[in-house]
């Protein structure tokens, strides 16, 4: 497994701004993952209180977003880091952008759950849409694991949940169009949910955008635009020839 | 009207690199302002060839994404920018990922395009989602002139055109849902429209997002998850601090 290991610096100030900046991120991650389950626990138990609290916090994650991206600007005007290190900046400017935006699709989902919850819920309290919304989550905590770490091998296994995610998008929005057929007054509930699916699948959109800037980070290799499989190989092929 | 006025620099060659990137991401969003275009164009004509162009040129995009942010790092890397340069650099990285999100939705609105082809077309060719359309491919076009002119004041008319682009998505929403309800037929094809509504909602988003960076860049002040008039009434209030 490879792991970022980190060079010794002209001065400890650099290293412990640049600790400092990636415990907020981190810190950042954990309050939009927080935002994320409340959103869908808020939804599958019509709990409006808890949505409406979702929705108000997320003031606080923007917050962050502005303060996290004001010190990496301080850092590279102070600091002007080279190599690994600037790419670490650079990487959590970015990574911060993916992180406010998954918490605004936990704040629509939290919407959605606030209009849902005068309508009678259906037994199984949405079920395939809070199986999607495990499968994101897990997603997000692995990516943001992986960025912690530093570690390569676990970001390159977040694109992996793709598929699952697009089944059960899939899966969601047939079901939605059959019972909007059947009942056409099951019509605007159907609509949200679809809106809902499509929330959380951009939700992994975003967990995977984290990941590949832990590749990014750790190798100086943009896989953006880049199948996971052609990574790997790119990478095995660097490690064999011992350039890793 | 306030604009940029760029200070001597130490080295002429970094004041090239810093146009020579400004240039690459105007052109970067030149092709995306067509492909939004075409993409508009394959919907309202059914011309699948054209939506098929569109899908095809995505792949222009992200390697214009990655070639710029590869030169962006390379300058924060060799030239150790300050201030503004800094700001302008940090502000294209952040241009271009929306620029290439830009480019992602009106991919989506092509393949909408591609499956409503084979569909008959309604006599309106789609009037409200084309009205909607012209509105974001304005504020689109509004953000990058005032990104490449630095042109504050440009940059915060942007978010003023928001009301009128949500009056007329909740407009087209209402509207399908009718549709739908009067006709389960019409079901899917009014999914796919709503799917595009939306891609053109978050269209208008994008560009906002990359008119506040022209604030950022040229105050150092970020405005995201600001409101406009709030705005306004802070750097109105510098402008007579004679502090701007």
Partial sequence: M?????????????????EAVRAHLLGMGGLVEEQLRRSLASLADADSALAGEVVRNDAQVNGMELAIDGECLRILATRAPAARDLRLIVAIIKAITDLERIGDEARKIAHIALRLASLERPADRYREVRHLGRLVELMVHEALDAFARMDVEAALRVP?????????????????????????????????????????????????????????????????????????????????????
Same sequence: chains 1, 2.
């Fill in 160 to 244: 992996h949940h793709d598929r699952q995610v697009d089944e059960e998008y899939e899966s969601i929005q047939r079901q939605c169009v059959t019972f909007m057929m059947e009942d056409p007054r099951q019509i605007r509930r159907m609509l949200d949910l679809t809106w809902a699916a499509r929330a959380l699948e951009r939700v992994g959109d975003h967990a995977k955008n984290i990941a590949e800037y832990v590749v990014y980070m750790v190798h100086g290799q943009d896989i953006r635009h880049t199948r996971p499989e052609e990574v790997e190989d790119r990478l095995r092929s660097r490690a064999n020839a011992g350039a890793a």
């Fill in 2 to 18: 490879e792991k970022h290991d980190p060079s010794p610096h002209i001065s400890s100030r650099f290293n412990e701004d640049l």
